[in-house]
């Protein structure tokens, strides 16, 4: 069954984000297995734009550039040109079905009127959306709000991990409706570098944004140095110009300086306690052959001292333990690094998510 699919994406894209790379490999293992694709975006991005893939951009804005995630006053403005598009494309008669990701994208679907729609759920909004308004009630309440009312509206939801389902199901989607279906990573992008005896930096890799937490993991390194002065932070980002005590800023503007960073021998740490969505800074770390330490509310791909190492979620002083553990340990590190690569080989690969999209599509299609 080939199917024309219309993909949702209300961001910029293409950019080194989580959200615009599981969008980019969804769509790319979506083509491989014989689906044609036309993902529809923002009018700009940051870095080299995808191969293979059929893209339409909504019209650039004046002086908007934003890549962060979140709020922002011209995110109304094109996420109406984004239902204008999406709407002329559904007028040719060609689409089969809309998969749309994230919030914004299952509005914009809605708002088109095409059905079926599959929605792609990376997160909650109850649990996100205070983060970018200080831990607001308020937006918790909002956000609670539309994670009732949104979801059960669309006729497919995939959701990355269990505790995401079931939360949606709690808020009236139905059971039968709600596939569970890990995020991929194309493991092929990165290469597992040698683990030396040397002492190995730290590296986190990613956005700044308030729910990545990046405070924890600056009290986790204060409690690091004071056994191992010499300890270096490297945090490998996006962000124009970031400044972060006591860390040395490595700019991330393509996937190749995100490989870059991640070649050399080092213990990665992914501070992040928001539990409804699945950091691919974890399966890109992974797929490099990299021992992680993450916490507990975010390390769904980690097993403790199997592929990783999950430490309680905002205890500074067992994250700092795990890092030191690790750093004096190379053959810990690479133990867990090779662990953590057959991981995301057997169960994150673009062939297994493409194969699990396609029955859902089938039994969506056929209803």
Known sequence: MNLHIAMVGACPFPAPQGSQVLIADTARALVSAGHKVTLLVYGYGAGEEPAGLRIVRVPRLPRVRRIRAGPSVAKPLLDALLVYALRRLVHQGTIDLIHAHNYEGLAAALAAGKRPIVYHAHNAMSD?????????????????????????????????????AAYLVHEGCDPSAVTVIPPPVDA??????????????????????????????????????????????????????????????????SLEDLRAALEPDAVVVCPRVSWSGYPIKLLNAMAAGKAVVACKDAAYPLIHDINGVVVPSNDAEAMGAAVLRLMHHPDLRARLGRAARETVLSNHSLTKLARRLDEVYAKIVAR
Not at 190 to 197: C, H, K, S
Not at 208 to 223: F, K
């Open 188 to 253: 092929g992008l990165f290469q597992a570098g040698p683990v030396l005896e040397d002492l190995p930096r730290v590296l986190y890799t990613g956005n700044l944004d308030a729910y990545q937490n990046i405070g924890l993991l600056l009290e986790a390194m204060a409690t690091v140095r004071r056994t191992q002065p010499a300890a270096r932070l490297t945090v490998a980002t996006s962000v124009p110009n970031a400044l972060l005590p006591g860390a040395q800023i490595v700019p991330v503007t």
């Open 128 to 164: 996100e959306l205070p983060f970018y308004f200080r831990g607001s009630r308020t937006a918790a309440a909002f956000g609670a709000l539309l994670d009732r009312s949104l979801p059960k509206r669309a006729g497919h939801i995939v959701a990355h991990h269990e505790r995401l």
